[in-house]
């Protein structure tokens, strides 16, 4: 998948969205992300490319500061735009902020764009690519993207590509990631199949002990059948269970997000 065109087109309806917020008046509610207005949505975007291009740009061996990468990324003028801490953000989306965001994630775009995705960078993951960033980046800006959509009307769904990569990056590197970070409960031998109704794909995922293993196959605990967009926005968080066809053990499904703690 051309991973580099799914990020231009995903932080440019984002941009849309949240201009079309800004052009209608006080920034709305963002009903997927609790607590934050359109403004801290946009802000917190803006605040991830950063700390990518920081990382991509500078070569570095490990996160920037976040304190001084916006006092050396973002403008001087920053009246109106979030405080950390302090949310939500009352009143429109400040001009600035909105450039701000369009100005950074066109700078990230370029550096994907000039890196071959094999090249060395520093990750939260095993991985140390840029290839990483760019795969993650594209989940990001288009889980955005439908909480941007969804905060102003209806949100369009999730490209299949970007979709499909997404659950497969959730099962194989941001489950273990959450479960380690969260300190989640060990599994007892729960197994989740995730079926694709629009096309190829089937993850059965089991959860033993500390561990997380992914394969296919028909023996599981409850299955979970949908578009590919559903199944990454249900592991998302961002539709209910309820908007796919569940079969099996729904006891079992109950258990996914205390197995998988959001973050």
């Known amino acids: ?41 946009v802000f917190h975007l803006a605040a991830v490319h950063r700390f990518v291009i920081a990382i991509i740009r500078d070569r570095l061996d490990g996160p920037p500061d976040p304190a001084e990468l916006a006092r050396a990324e973002f403008p001087a003028d ?13 009143g429109p989306i400040p001009a600035t902020l909105l450039a701000a965001f369009e100005e950074g994630a066109a700078r990230l775009e370029a550096l994907f764009r000039q890196h071959s995705p094999d090249e060395p960078a520093w990750t939260w993951s095993r991985e140390h690519t840029v290839g990483f960033w760019l795969r993650m ?29 997404a659950i497969t990056q959730t099962f194989e590197v941001m489950a273990p990631a959450r479960r ?19 096309g190829p794909g089937d993850w059965v995922v089991c959860f033993d002990g500390e561990h997380v293993r992914v394969g296919d196959g028909t023996d599981f605990d409850v299955e979970l059948t949908g578009t590919a967009s559903d199944l990454m926005l249900f592991l998302w968080r961002r539709i209910p269970a309820d908007a796919l066809a569940v079969r099996g053990d729904k006891a079992v499904l109950d258990r996914y997000f205390d197995l998988v703690p959001p973050v």
Do not use: K, Y
């Open 78 to 90: 920053t009246a109106g735009w979030p405080v950390s801490g302090r949310h939500p953000t009352p």
């Open 1 to 41: 998948m051309d991973a580099a065109a799914h990020f231009h087109r995903e932080v440019r309806a984002f941009h849309d969205a949240a201009r079309r917020a800004a052009e209608a008046g006080d920034a709305p509610v963002v009903p997927s992300c609790p607590d934050w207005t359109m403004s801290d949505l």
């Open 180 to 198: 380690a970070w969260t300190s989640a409960p060990p599994g007892a031998g729960e197994r989740f199949r995730f079926l694709r109704a629009d």
């Open 137 to 165: 980046q594209t989940i990001e800006a288009a889980v955005h993207r439908w909480d941007a959509e969804n905060a102003v009307g209806a949100a369009g769904p999730i490209h299949e590509e970007i979709a499909v990569d």
